[in-house]
């Protein structure tokens, strides 16, 4: 499935054995909804691109044996206040260089414990903050921030079993910034976070910002 410029709602379907992408939204008309699909043996699994994204409308996706097993995001704006962790296999993969997932002002994006998001990226800021980002995690269950190619969190994400490792600098990290224009300065609040092999972890600029219990590492 191939949608651009289209209302799309993508809901409980299957798809195997695709040679390129299996579900690829691009540009939508209003928030897309793709949720309880399954996509197996295809190049990437899912990928949204240049969207106003609401978290929950994109939960519930499962797939193995693909290229890229997650839900790539990429020059996406979260526009619905939404949360993370999602249901099923496949999880946020943050493509395409800098802001690949931008928090609007006003929008508040939770991070929840256990959730995990990746990053395919090298340009700095992958998720941009100018709302808030509040990541809660527990000692148990901390929120995890990796590169698309480390398998010990989120499973073989870059499907390759385990032929590549994760290095340093692999993903831009989290950058906060106000948006200007009488909007309120961003909010980051992160308890119980793992940030790793990216560039830098945390770039914060006239916000509030709250950083406690929490590990960067190899940056």
């Known amino acids: 499935v191939s949608a651009s410029q289209s209302t799309t709602a993508i ?3 299957a798809i195997n054995y695709a040679s390129g992408t299996g579900i690829n939204v691009s540009s939508p008309v209003g928030v897309p909804k793709v ?3 399954t996509v197996t043996n295809s ?3 899912i990928e949204v691109i240049n969207a106003s994204i609401d978290m929950g409308a994109l939960n519930g996706n499962s797939g193995s044996g693909d290229g890229l097993n997650g839900v790539a995001l990429q020059n996406d704006t979260v526009t619905v206040s939404s949360a993370l962790p999602w249901t099923g296999t496949l999880i946020p993969v943050l493509r395409g260089g800098c802001a690949a997932v931008t928090v609007a002002p006003k929008i508040t994006l939770t ?3 256990g959730a995990i998001v990746k990053g395919a990226g090298s340009c700095g ?3 941009e903050v100018q709302g808030s980002l509040v990541a809660t ?3 148990e269950k901390p929120v995890t921030l990796t590169s698309w190619k480390d398998d010990s969190v ?3 994400t870059n499907g390759d079993g385990g032929a590549t490792g994760p290095a340093r600098g692999e993903w831009g990290g989290i950058v906060a910034s106000p948006a ?3 909007n309120p300065n961003p909010t980051v609040n992160l308890e119980h976070v793992n940030i790793d092999y990216v560039t830098t972890g945390v770039n914060t600029s006239q916000s509030t910002t709250a950083i406690t219990n929490s590990a960067i590492n190899y940056a």
């Open 43 to 45: 190049g990437t699994a």
């Open 125 to 127: 800021g992958e998720l």
């Open 11 to 13: 809901t409980n379907s």
């Open 137 to 139: 995690g527990t000692a």
């Open 154 to 156: 989120g499973g073989d």
């Open 35 to 37: 949720t309880g699909n």
């Open 180 to 182: 200007g224009s009488g």
């Open 111 to 113: 991070l929840g414990a």
